[in-house]
């Protein structure tokens, strides 16, 4: 009985033959791959050698180094063992009430120098860039005038006001006057001092302001024109904010310079640091340590001015730099 459910196949069935059994013959072997497909074969690969990396030597950059530093010490070592520097005269006077009444007038000099100046300067900046002709010509005349006569002039000049106007008047032009000043109370040594520093400087000052509105792209101020945006507003919100990071180096440079300028009023007898310090060592005959007080002085305000500028940059950068 089949237990599958397959029929027996028909016909009949028949034996193997007696004989010798042969076995099946073998399948072919598969012939060897050409040399050009076995290089391409994945395998393992001998590792890379390590590459030596090998600095650039720059001989002569360690001499320069060498150079400097060896002149930087012997210059520390004259300052501190140099007995001409006379330290401690040094020390005496450098925080005395004189010399801080000196700085206190100096720094005096360079706020309204500074303020006066750049109000002004500003002004002709707008002059230069206006679309009138005479504006232009007029504002181009006091920036070729002021900066063509030296500062000392205009000092000796306005400090001389008076032989030349002995009252100043405000009235109708060409017509009677309402309120009369004399020029000899009206300007002093103080006030000559800052209209000639505020003068000579706001010719700088509109140059540079000047540059700055240039710097702006003009698309900016076509785009705000099509939006309807006041002329005055475009000025204040959209040309002076993206202005200033072209004006503020200039203009810092020109602050440090008003700033150490100041002593050139010495000519006028006005207290500022300079100017006493002459009057110090023209009495004891300490000259270099009087001149290092004055040093130190210029040296610590200048750095003060110096952060206040890297502040005052890094507020108007913001939105340029993340």
Avoid: C
């Avoid at 720059?58 to 060498?66: E, F, I, N, Q």
């Avoid at 005096?108 to 010509?137: C, D, E, H, K, N």
């Avoid at 006091?142 to 900066?147: D, G, K, L």
């Avoid at 959209?238 to 990071?245: G, K």
């Amino acid at each position: 009985m089949s237990l599958t459910s397959d029929p027996p196949a028909a016909g009949p069935v028949t034996q193997p033959a007696a004989g010798p059994v042969t076995q099946p013959a073998a399948e072919p072997t598969a012939e060897p791959a050409p040399a050009s497909l076995a290089k391409d074969a994945p395998g393992p690969t001998a590792p890379a050698p390590e590459l030596v990396v090998v600095p650039v030597r720059h001989p002569w950059r360690w001499v320069a180094v060498a150079a400097t530093a060896v002149l930087l010490v012997q210059f520390v070592h004259g300052l501190v063992t140099n007995p001409g520097w006379e330290w401690d005269v040094f020390a005496a006077f450098f925080t005395t009430e004189t010399i801080l009444h000196a700085v206190w007038v100096t720094l005096q000099l360079t706020f309204y120098g500074t303020a006066l100046g750049f109000a002004i300067g500003i002004v002709l900046a707008f002059m230069r860039l206006s679309a009138s002709p005479f504006l232009r010509s007029v504002a181009f005349g006091y920036i070729w005038a002021f900066r063509s006569i030296p500062l000392i002039v205009q000092l000796l000049f306005w400090f001389n006001l008076a032989y030349l106007y002995k009252e100043l008047s405000i009235g109708i032009p060409f017509g009677p006057s309402f309120l009369s000043f004399d020029t000899m109370g009206l300007v002093g040594e103080m006030s000559a001092a800052v209209l000639g520093l505020a003068l000579h400087q706001a010719a700088y000052a509109a140059e540079i302001v000047r540059g700055g509105v240039l710097a702006v792209d003009e698309g900016q101020l076509e785009a705000a024109a099509s939006l309807g945006i006041p002329k005055l507003r475009q000025v204040r919100r959209i040309v002076l904010p993206q202005a200033m990071r072209s004006i503020l180096p200039n203009a810092a440079n020109e602050i440090i310079s008003l700033f150490k300028g100041t002593s050139i009023v010495s000519v006028m007898a006005i207290g500022e640091l300079f100017y006493q310090v002459q009057v110090v060592y023209g009495r004891n005959g300490r000259v270099v340590p009087l001149l290092m007080v004055a040093t130190a002085w210029y040296v610590l305000l200048t750095t003060a001015l110096s952060v206040v500028q890297h502040y005052v940059e890094r507020h108007y950068a913001k939105g340029s730099v993340r």
